[in-house]
Each structure stands twice: as C-alpha cells, then as structure tokens.
C-alpha cells in the first residue's frame, strides 16, 4: 500500500517544481523531502524522476503516478473531511417508541424531515419490551418508553408526565362504576396497564380488566378511539393519545377524582456514539413531547 505522506511529498513536489521551495511549504527538510521520493521509488520499485540540476523531469512511472496520486489523495482528504463533518442536518436518525407515544411525535419529525430532505426519519412502532431490547441491541438510536428501564446498558431520562384519562363516546357524561359496566371496555396493547394504573386509584369496586366485557380492540393506535366515539365502550389512554384522534367531538375525555401520570423516558445505549443529528432529534423531541 503506498503511503499517503510520501505521495502527497512527491505530488506536492511536482506542482511546485523544487525541492527547496516543496521542503519550506510542507514544513520539511530538503534530504526529507529527497527522502520520501526515494522510499516511494523503493516501495514501487520505479525511478520516478530524473533530476536536471536544479530542475528535474518526470518518467513516465512518475506522470502516471502523479496523475492518479492527485485522484487517491483527493479522495482520502473527502473522507477525511466527510467523517469529521458531523452535520446534524444530514444522515438517518432511527428512532422506536409506543404507537401512543408515536401519534403525536411522528408528524412533527416528518415536518422536520420536510424541511431538510437530508435528515431522514427513520421510524419504528413497538411495546416497551421489544423497544428496550432493539436499544440494548444498538439497532435503533433512540427510544421511548412508558416506564423506567431495568437495564443497565442503557441511559434514561424522563422528559414528560403525561395525564390518564378515561375516554367515552360524547353521549356518555357519568363515569360511575356501573355506567362502565354497562359500557364495556375497547381494548389496545397497552389497554391493560393504563386501566389498572388509573380504575384502582379512583374506583374500590375496580379489581382487574376482565371485570368489563370486552366490546372490541385495536392494534392501530389512530383507530383505538374510532370504536369509543361510536359508543361502543370506554377506554383509558394517555392524553397525548387522546388529543390526537381526529374525531374530538365525537369523544368526552374524562379527569376523575385521583390524577394519575404516566412518565415518558428518553434512552439511549450508554455505548452507542452520539452524533450531532442524534442530539438535534433528541432536542426535538424534549421541545415536542415536553
């Protein structure tokens, strides 16, 4: 392999057109300079100039070296400059969170996006679970999660506390325990976790989930409230959620007696590198969730 420093010697050499001259704007000697012709002489097993006096002239060795010299070291100077310029405008930012989360954070990065077509969005929905492992795993950059990490891989911050609210269709003003049974429940992926945290704070009848028929589900987090506005039971979900569905008169958001939040983390693998596009989103996404 040719050494760099020696090429660039030589080519600087024969753009100048004088050892002295070539020694004083590389900051070298003039035998330095001698001697980095020579070892790539060595190294190529060439003459590759022939010295006139003062002067000198290429062989045909040294032309060709020259030429495609210029090309290689061209080259490896962008390199260089592309892996030191960390433009945080530029490159693929890939980020997993809870499909609740993802309703109102994945149009305002898209927006982004819109606005500078060079940072691409990479977006991905997922459970707590599959989330925390894909970070662990180092496949994504960024996470959200709807409760603290056990690991000790990864980095977590809460950057917002989010309300549960109990949301039925607009014809539905009482929220006694009877009225939800009457209802029925409208299920989600979370739907589980949200009611147990929120129902057993504010209701002494309330045991488990399975106390409420269950009227229907939902895996698609845009249409979990579709079946609720239409009257077909209750649900609980974060108020980010909520205030996304875009039927709003058709649904009544209910704030019972005892106020409980969710805390939505921000994580990271502790060893992954973070460059500049990553803390630009991760500032984006504190501004936009906080």
């Known amino acids: 392999m040719i050494n760099l420093v020696w090429l660039k010697t030589f080519c600087s050499l024969v753009d100048i057109g004088h050892f002295t001259r070539t020694a004083e704007t590389l900051f070298m ?23 006139e006096g003062k002067s000198f002239s290429l062989t045909d060795a040294g032309d060709k070296l020259y030429q495609q010299g210029q090309i290689l070291l061209r080259t490896s100077e962008d390199i260089e400059a592309s892996i030191k310029h960390d433009d945080p405008l530029i490159g693929t930012v890939k980020i997993t969170t809870p499909g609740i989360v993802g309703l109102k954070l994945y149009p305002q990065l898209l927006d982004i996006q819109q606005r500078h077509p060079t940072l691409i969005i990479d977006y991905m929905f997922a459970p707590n679970s599959s989330i925390e492992q894909d970070l662990i795993d180092r ?20 950057i917002a506390v989010e309300p549960l609210v109990l949301v039925t269709s607009k014809q539905t003003q009482v929220t006694n325990w009877q009225t939800l049974l009457d209802l029925g429940f409208i299920g989600h992926p979370d739907a589980e976790h949200h009611t147990q945290q929120l129902l ?45 569905f875009h039927k709003q008169d058709d649904i009544a958001v209910h704030f019972l007696k005892h106020t409980v ?20 989103i991760k500032s984006l996404i504190t501004d936009f969730i906080g």
Not at 139 to 158: A, C, F, R, W, Y
């Open 200 to 244: 057993s704070e504010n209701y002494i009848e309330f045991e488990h989930i399975s106390q409420f028929e269950r009227n229907g589900f939902s895996n698609q987090i845009s249409l979990i409230l579709e079946p609720v506005s239409r009257g077909l039971g209750f649900t609980v979900l974060p108020l980010h959620a909520v205030n996304a």
């Open 261 to 280: 939040n969710e805390t939505l983390y921000l994580c990271q693998n502790r060893l992954s590198f973070e460059n500049n596009r990553t803390q630009y």
């Open 29 to 51: 000697t003039q035998s330095g300079v001698s001697q980095h012709i020579k070892k790539l002489e060595q190294h190529l097993d060439s003459l590759l100039l022939v010295r």
């Open 139 to 158: 496949k994504v950059d960024i996470g959200l999660l709807t409760e603290q990490t056990k690991s000790l891989s990864l980095m977590s911050t809460p």
